[in-house]
């Protein structure tokens, strides 16, 4: 895929709407914008928040990112939870409620590899309804044995669509090649995933030339994936392993307003909002375009249940020192959360809002129920 559909000379009417919509705006302007992006969203999604938790596999990874707690070169405590171990941490989830869960794993090619992710996926498809996955991009016919495996969702975040960023944040790995990167989503849905997450890292480039630059994409990915479901999401940078600071920083009223933003110029894409953000500030947001949320969340493997604690070892620029100390509580995280709400305390506080939160959306048994008649489609 070309990167020109990120500086194309003349965007289309919905783009340059989302540049102007990105201006500065006075309280009153974005009280507006505020109101149209809420009744917009209940158009297109009514009253409902889509809720999902992120199980993290694996924090081993072979790619050096400045900004991330999982990097190459950082001295933490790493573990890969074996299918047993996955199974445990995903049926605890269950008994939470969830019935969405995102699979998460850092690049590593010597654990994350050999059929991992695809045992993994066929250990859980029988008791989690939507299965999605956020690790290293892959070709096609990867994503198709994933797919084939029970796997319906694929997350993958550009990170950065600067260029020049791009190449200063990532400096080892294959994670440096921008373009196969880019590149992912639109072999994911050749692949044959039906929902498709894409998302930029707010923090590392200036936020108004970042989101254009995901408007862009995204409206590119609507065109030529026009079967898949399309969510976005916006994750603000938080404290990690390595302790990087962001470059420029995003206000919450800049978020909001990037929010509404996206909610206005693209009414039927799906917004996720994850635990990153504060409690206060998800609450407000809940009316004003979010669509699905994460709950309880825990960005280490084994982080629910204590689960692979007798594998932990310290690894140091790629390599695995020693075991972990007795005493180690557990593996290293991608980054710190900010809301610490369980399941049932952030669900609680959706309905007192007057919405409904929804933890199954989805089920396989919709693509294998037998096709109706010509007769019995004619009546219905």
């Known amino acids: 895929m070309s990167s020109a559909i990120f500086h194309s000379p003349a965007p289309s009417p919905a783009l340059r709407r989302f540049a102007a919509l990105l201006e500065p705006k006075t309280d009153a302007q974005l009280g507006a914008l505020a109101r149209e992006s809420a009744a917009l969203t209940q158009q297109h999604f009514g009253r409902t928040i889509r809720l999902f938790a992120p199980l993290y596999l694996s924090n081993e990874c072979i790619n050096n990112c400045a900004y991330c707690g999982f990097?190459?070169?950082?001295?933490i405590l790493r573990v890969t939870l074996d299918v047993e171990s996955v199974v445990k941490e995903a049926r605890h989830l269950a008994g939470e409620g969830f019935r969405?869960?995102?699979?998460?794993?850092g690049e590593h090619p010597k654990f994350v590899s050999n059929g991992y992710l695809e045992r993994c996926v066929r250990a859980l498809v029988a008791e989690i309804p939507s299965i999605s996955l956020e690790v290293a991009p892959m070709e096609t016919p990867e994503y198709a044995t994933l797919v084939a495996a029970g796997a319906e969702g694929l997350i993958v975040y550009q990170e950065t669509y600067d260029r020049e960023i791009y190449a200063a944040m990532h400096t080892a790995g294959p994670k440096k090649d921008y373009d196969w990167r880019v590149a992912c989503p639109e072999r994911a849905y050749a692949g044959g995933f039906r929902r498709i997450g894409v998302g930029a890292l707010l923090g590392?480039?200036?936020?108004?030339?970042?989101?254009?630059?995901?408007?862009?994409?995204?409206?590119?990915?609507?065109?030529?994936?026009?079967?898949?479901?399309?969510?976005?999401?916006?994750?603000?940078?938080?404290?990690?392993?390595?302790?990087?600071?962001?470059?420029?920083?995003v206000?919450?009223?800049?978020?909001?307003?990037?929010?509404c933003a996206l909610r206005i110029c693209f009414p039927q894409v799906g917004i996720v909002l994850s635990t990153r953000e504060p409690a206060g500030l998800r609450d407000a947001l809940l009316p004003l375009g979010v669509t699905t949320m994460s709950a309880g969340s825990h960005t280490e493997p084994g982080g629910y249940t204590g689960q692979g604690r007798e594998d932990l070892h310290l690894t140091v620029r790629g390599k695995a020192l020693a075991p972990a100390d007795s005493d180690a509580e557990g593996a290293t995280g991608q980054f710190?959360?900010?809301?610490?709400?369980?399941?049932?305390?952030?669900?609680?506080?959706?309905?007192a809002q007057g919405?409904?939160?929804?933890?199954?959306?989805?089920?396989?048994?919709?693509?294998?129920?037998?096709?109706?008649?010509?007769?019995?489609a004619a009546v219905a």
């Open 204 to 249: 590392l480039a200036e936020w108004r030339t970042e989101a254009q630059a995901l408007a862009a994409h995204l409206a590119h990915l609507l065109r030529a994936c026009w079967r898949a479901q399309f969510t976005v999401s916006l994750p603000r940078l938080r404290p990690c392993a390595g302790e990087f600071a962001p470059r420029h920083v």
């Open 100 to 105: 969405n869960i995102l699979l998460v794993a």
């Open 251 to 259: 206000s919450d009223r800049e978020f909001i307003q990037l929010i």
């Open 355 to 376: 919405f409904e939160p929804v933890w199954k959306d989805w089920d396989r048994a919709i693509l294998d129920a037998p096709t109706p008649s010509p007769v019995i």
């Open 71 to 75: 990097s190459r070169d950082n001295a």
């Open 336 to 351: 710190e959360i900010s809301d610490v709400r369980t399941p049932k305390e952030v669900a609680e506080v959706i309905r």
